[in-house]
């Protein structure tokens, strides 16, 4: 039988995926007397969060582990429910290794999607699968995650349909005197220098054609810091050799502190759309560098939300299609006062009902050795889990405690070494070679 207070562990690979972890943990928990019980892990790696931005998100700090350590806890600390908030190949990595190491009595394993879909569609779904519940964060997600499981032959009636956990805060109200402008930025759309240059010029132009207007330029990350996406040519860096207006800022912080005082959020493809349509912000879509998969705004076709920087110059604000935000799991007319929580409750109850069960069937991935003998090798060993890692008592025994920390120290230098090359010399080289 399940505790009075399901215990939940959390698991997030960045800063972006443990926002979204620790806030699904939080909604998907079945009624229990007093707050939900929730252990955050953060899994080692390029992108592990710095202390300000888990401070940012306002959530606690996680326990930084490697995917075995990881394993072990839940093993040892008997989880009834693991969320797993990872990027796709992680997620199956760790299906299997709960497939094979979680014990007797396994907990009840929940993932998702942090943001918007607009690509790797299928691959990103079949390596969730196998997971008791995957997340939709819209009906339209609800419906194109189902078409695909049942596209291939997998079992779909693990989608349960929610929404993005972090839409809420106050309804936008105008301030007279008052027209705040936010572009949003990201860190890997647009990737092109001249594109993201010329994002800035025509941001910085809109400043100094609009003196009466705060123009914010609202940055994901600090300079040093990872974020979900690798950030190659940052906005700040490439902003030093612009002369920028007086009413053109950047800022960081939280974007939902940041929405509290915008009049017009303008994006490439951001989620902060979402967002920001969740509270009734006006929103821009930009075309102005096209509509095209590669920048994510092809998601927005039909929302009404896509113009230009032309357009915006001249006053024109888009009008969002009703339609099209109901389809999006955004609705801006009551959803910041009736909350997040109603949107979750078919996810409560399927986590409630799995909780019941006491006894829940082998997690069952469709990606087998034998459906994908050619990939899932593959996958398994760039998240390699070692058994004796996974297994073995905290301190190890004799020699083979020994070994296992000089192991744990050299790799420890190795990720070091390789977030260096990924964040700072690659990009300096993928630079040199575009001379």
Same mark, same amino acid.
Not at 33 to 60: F, K, M, S
Not at 145 to 171: I, K, N, T
Not at 306 to 329: C, F, H, K, N
């Given at each position: 039988?399940?505790?009075?207070?399901?215990?939940?562990?959390?698991?997030?690979?960045?800063?972006?995926?443990?926002k979204?972890?620790?806030?699904t943990?939080?909604r998907i928990?079945?009624?229990?007397?007093g707050?939900?019980?929730i252990?955050?892990?953060?899994l080692?790696?390029r992108a592990?969060?710095t202390?300000r931005q888990?401070?940012?998100?306002g959530?606690g700090?996680p326990?930084?582990?490697t995917g075995?350590?990881?394993?072990?806890?839940?093993?040892?600390?008997a989880?009834?429910?693991?969320?797993?908030?990872l990027?796709?190949?992680t997620?199956?990595?760790?299906?299997?290794g709960l497939?094979?190491?979680a014990?007797? =009595?396994r907990p %009840? &394993?929940?993932?998702g999607?942090?943001? @918007?879909?607009?690509e790797k569609l299928?691959d990103?779904? $079949? +390596? #969730?699968?196998g997971?008791?519940?995957v997340?939709?964060?819209?009906?339209?997600?609800a419906?194109?995650?189902?078409a695909?499981?049942?596209?291939?032959?997998?079992?779909?009636?693990a989608?349960?349909?929610?929404?993005?956990?972090f839409?809420?805060?106050a309804p936008?109200?105008?301030?007279?005197? =008052?027209?705040? %402008? &936010?572009?949003?930025?990201?860190p890997? @759309?647009p990737?092109?220098?001249?594109?993201?240059?010329? $994002? +800035? #010029?025509?941001l910085a132009?809109h400043?100094?054609?609009?003196?009466?207007?705060e123009v914010?330029?609202?940055?994901?990350?600090?300079?040093?810091?990872?974020?979900t996406?690798?950030e190659e040519?940052?906005?700040q860096?490439?902003a030093?050799?612009l002369?920028?207006?007086p009413?053109?800022r950047l800022?960081?912080?939280h974007?939902?502190a940041v929405?509290?005082r915008?009049d017009l959020?303008v994006?490439v493809?951001?989620?902060?759309?979402?967002?920001?349509l969740h509270?009734?912000?006006?929103t821009?879509?930009?075309t102005?560098?096209g509509?095209r998969?590669?920048l994510?705004n092809h998601?927005?076709?039909g929302?009404?939300?896509?113009?230009?920087?032309?357009?915006?110059?001249?006053?024109?604000?888009p009008?969002?299609?009703?339609?099209w935000?109901?389809?999006?799991?955004?609705?801006?007319a009551g959803?910041?006062?009736?909350?997040?929580?109603a949107?979750?409750?078919?996810?409560?109850?399927?986590?409630?009902?799995?909780?019941?069960r006491?006894s829940?069937?082998?997690i069952?991935?469709?990606?087998?050795?034998t459906s994908?003998?050619?990939?899932?090798p593959?996958?398994l060993?760039?998240?390699?889990?070692?058994?004796a890692?996974?297994?073995?008592?905290?301190?190890?025994?004799?020699?083979?405690?020994v070994?296992r920390?000089?192991?744990?120290a050299?790799?420890?230098?190795?990720?070091?070494?390789?977030?260096?090359?990924?964040?700072?010399v690659?990009?300096?080289?993928?630079?040199?070679g575009?001379?």
């Amino acid at each position: 039988m399940p505790s009075p207070t399901p215990r939940i562990a959390v698991l997030a690979d960045s800063d972006t995926r443990w926002k979204w972890g620790a806030l699904t943990a939080r909604r998907i928990a079945p009624p229990a007397p007093g707050a939900p019980d929730i252990t955050g892990y953060a899994l080692r790696g390029r992108a592990t969060p710095t202390a300000r931005q888990l401070a940012e998100a306002g959530l606690g700090t996680p326990r930084e582990v490697t995917g075995a350590e990881f394993l072990r806890a839940v093993r040892d600390e008997a989880y009834d429910v693991v969320v797993l908030a990872l990027v796709g190949g992680t997620v199956q990595a760790l299906l299997h290794g709960l497939a094979e190491r979680a014990g007797a =009595r396994r907990p %009840v &394993v929940v993932t998702g999607y942090v943001g @918007v879909v607009y690509e790797k569609l299928a691959d990103g779904l $079949l +390596l #969730r699968h196998g997971a008791d519940v995957v997340l939709a964060n819209s009906p339209y997600d609800a419906r194109r995650f189902r078409a695909v499981y049942e596209g291939v032959g997998a079992d779909p009636s693990a989608v349960v349909e929610a929404r993005l956990p972090f839409l809420g805060g106050a309804p936008h109200r105008p301030v007279p005197g =008052r027209h705040t %402008v &936010v572009f949003a930025a990201q860190p890997s @759309v647009p990737a092109a220098r001249a594109d993201r240059l010329y $994002l +800035l #010029r025509r941001l910085a132009g809109h400043a100094r054609l609009h003196p009466e207007r705060e123009v914010l330029l609202k940055l994901r990350s600090r300079p040093g810091e990872h974020t979900t996406h690798i950030e190659e040519l940052p906005y700040q860096k490439l902003a030093r050799a612009l002369p920028l207006p007086p009413n053109l800022r950047l800022v960081y912080g939280h974007m939902g502190a940041v929405l509290d005082r915008t009049d017009l959020l303008v994006t490439v493809s951001s989620t902060a759309a979402l967002e920001a349509l969740h509270r009734g912000v006006p929103t821009a879509v930009l075309t102005d560098l096209g509509v095209r998969e590669a920048l994510g705004n092809h998601h927005f076709i039909g929302s009404g939300l896509l113009t230009s920087w032309d357009r915006l110059d001249a006053g024109e604000e888009p009008v969002p299609d009703g339609a099209w935000l109901a389809d999006q799991g955004v609705d801006p007319a009551g959803a910041p006062h009736t909350g997040g929580d109603a949107a979750f409750a078919q996810a409560r109850r399927r986590v409630a009902e799995l909780l019941e069960r006491g006894s829940l069937p082998p997690i069952a991935p469709y990606y087998t050795r034998t459906s994908a003998p050619g990939y899932l090798p593959g996958i398994l060993a760039r998240h390699r889990l070692d058994e004796a890692d996974a297994t073995a008592p905290p301190g190890g025994r004799g020699a083979r405690g020994v070994r296992r920390v000089l192991r744990d120290a050299a790799r420890g230098a190795a990720r070091g070494a390789y977030r260096h090359g990924v964040q700072h010399v690659a990009p300096v080289i993928r630079r040199l070679g575009e001379l």
